[in-house]
């Protein structure tokens, strides 16, 4: 299986911006889909996280500006980021948990995308 993510880059305080991902290839089930990020110095920190059943946690630095959703017809999930701040500056991972085989699970990270929250 493979994760592909699309959109990121140089947007101004109080922008916007969409991320989007897509997992494919050899797939029994997905469970969790969701969005980390790494900004520099420091560790990788969950954004998003939405559960099979559609459950979604979300870091409390982003809670009531970010949105993750997903659509399970198409094995994909988005991030919509609003009011955004420099310090949301990061490279961004779409993470994806899913079974390739009925009794085999595994994590799948996306290549990252640059999200650059600059004047």
């Known amino acids: 299986a493979q994760v592909a993510e699309s959109g990121g880059g140089l947007v101004q305080p109080g922008g916007s911006l969409r991320l989007s991902c897509a997992a494919s290839?050899?797939?029994?089930?997905?469970?969790?889909m969701g969005w980390y990020r790494q900004a520099p110095g420091k560790q990788r920190e969950l954004v998003a996280l939405?559960?099979?059943?559609?459950?979604?946690n979300y870091a409390d630095s982003v809670k009531g500006r970010f949105t993750s959703s997903r659509d399970n017809a198409k094995n994909t999930v988005t991030l919509q980021m609003n009011s955004l701040k420099p310090e949301d500056t990061a490279v961004y991972y779409c993470?994806?948990?899913?079974?390739?085989?009925?009794?085999?699970?595994?994590?799948?990270w996306g290549q990252g995308t640059q999200v650059t929250v600059s004047s």
């Open positions: 993470y994806v948990r899913l079974n390739y085989l009925r009794d085999y699970a595994e994590n799948y």
């Open positions: 290839g050899s797939i029994f089930k997905i469970n969790d």
């Open positions: 939405i559960t099979s059943g559609g459950l979604t």
